[in-house]
């Protein structure tokens, strides 16, 4: 992966380590064309016994995010509760979807295909933050999903209004904001999981 003015990374590893959920979004439509870019990458993720069970669903209409924004739970660590301000809502989600649920692979493909996606939409500058708390009857009415799709996941999407922060986890796998508004993010640290050749 070359670097350039478009895409910063000079390889996978480099989009990986300043990936971070992102819930705070400029007001900048993502174009069609980059969504659909996250799509392929999610479709050519690995898939178990190459069932490819997966589908998208590709939001990006003004008027349907915002519909969509009414289905999340946002940030559940942060309180009060909390949610993105009108001015920092995502511009467009990815529903993902599922056609057979009955595939015992199916679960490991949705965290493979997201993350694709993620990985995808930071080389693009775009941030993202893959989420379950949502409200998969009320999506499905508004989206007009056919009741032979299973609703997993919604992955908001964004040109980034902030960049959390990574720090080395302590007591806590809770994150937090500070008095700048900005979001700490606890991760383990590499040597406390990490075992080579023995304990």
């Known amino acids: 992966m070359s670097k350039n003015i478009n895409n910063p990374y000079i390889n996978v590893y480099d989009a990986i380590v300043s990936r971070r959920s992102v819930r705070r979004f400029q007001q900048k439509p993502i174009d069609v064309e ?15 016994a190459n069932l490819q069970v997966l589908e998208y669903f590709v939001v990006s209409y003004k008027e349907l995010c915002s519909k969509i924004f009414d289905t999340i739970g946002w940030a559940g660590y942060i309180k009060p509760t909390w949610a993105p301000s009108k001015e920092e809502r995502p511009t467009a989600y990815i529903v993902i979807l599922v056609n057979d649920i009955d595939d015992k692979y199916h679960v490991r493909d949705i965290g493979l295909a997201t993350g694709n996606i993620v990985l ?22 508004v989206l007009r999903i056919p009741d032979t799709l299973y609703i997993d996941s919604v992955i908001a999407l964004g040109y980034k209004a902030e960049q959390p922060v990574v720090e080395d986890m302590k007591d806590s796998v809770e994150y937090w904001k500070d008095e700048n508004e900005v979001l700490h993010v606890p991760k383990r640290r590499l040597k406390d999981i990490l075992h080579i050749n023995n304990f």
């Not at 799509?39 to 178990?48: N, V």
């Not at 995808?120 to 009415?141: F, H, P, Q, V």
């Open 120 to 141: 995808a939409a930071e080389t693009e500058n775009i941030g993202s933050c893959i989420l379950c708390n949502i409200k998969k009857d009320e999506i499905r009415k």
């Open 34 to 48: 980059i969504l659909k870019k996250f799509i392929d990458a999610a479709r050519l993720a690995p898939s178990g």
